[in-house]
């Protein structure tokens, strides 16, 4: 089972510790990619400065995938372009879930997910499998 330190309150929003963190409404993601090893997948988000009650977010959180680390891609060839980082969702899916679709946290809790299903706005969905994903703030 995929170990985490965070939660999901809906798609797209994160649950940590005692904070809601909307990275679909409240921040831009600044970097997605892999460690030059291939061993980790950062998504690093900026609060943006359209964000409602900033002082209560964190300016930055990244999320950092390890541990038996694969990538999967949907047909790039069906993907629009250029890449739109804007209205990113990020969810869980399991052996079930079709490239369009994901499972939220309390079917998590009962079907093991593989790992986690990041969509972007132009159609392209990233799945990412891996053992632990750990949510930073600062």
Known sequence: MLKRNFWFAGITVIRFGDRLIDV???????????DISGDT???SFSRSRYALDQESLPRNVTLRCTGNLKLALNNLNLIAAPLDFE???IAYFDRDCGWDSC???????????????????NGLVVRVYCELATLEVD
């Open 87 to 89: 209205g990113i969702e």
């Open 24 to 34: 679909h409404n409240s921040y831009d993601l600044e970097c997605f990619g892999t």
């Open 103 to 121: 499972i939220d946290e309390n079917m998590a809790a009962t079907q093991e997910p593989l790992g986690l299903h990041i969509g972007f706005i």
């Open 41 to 43: 997948l950062s998504l």
